[in-house]
Structures are given as structure tokens and as C-alpha cells.
């Protein structure tokens, strides 16, 4: 194992705003995911929109965040 761990060279150019990019890119792909699924259980109606928010908060673990 240590063996393979220090036969793969690793660019000069790589330093930590490698990992922040990589970071936040992780990010943006949870924020689209979650934002997915919210638009799809989401009810626009006029009716039942307040419903659909207070279900969100109430029945959806960390809903209210």
C-alpha cells in the first residue's frame, strides 16, 4: 500500500483551492439534486400551496432548513 501511494507523482500545480473547487462543485450538485426533488412534490395551487410548505416543515426530516 505505501508502496502505491508513493509511486503516482502529483502535479505541481495542485494545491488546497483544487479541493475548495471540488468543494463547492459537491455542493451546487446537492443544491440541484434537493432543489429537484422539492420542485417535484411542490403544489402551486392556491388551495393547497400553504399545505404543501407546512408539510414540507412538519414531515420532512430537516424540511425546515
Given at each position: 500500500m505505501k508502496s502505491h501511494l508513493q509511486s503516482y507523482p502529483c502535479p505541481l500545480q495542485i494545491n488546497s483551492f483544487w479541493n475548495l473547487g471540488f468543494l463547492l462543485g459537491i455542493t451546487i450538485i446537492l443544491q440541484i439534486i434537493t432543489g429537484i426533488f422539492l420542485g417535484l412534490h411542490y403544489t402551486s395551487d392556491l388551495n393547497s400551496a400553504y399545505f404543501?410548505?407546512?408539510?414540507?416543515?412538519r414531515e420532512i426530516f430537516y424540511g425546515w432548513c
Open positions: 404543501s410548505l407546512f408539510f414540507f416543515m
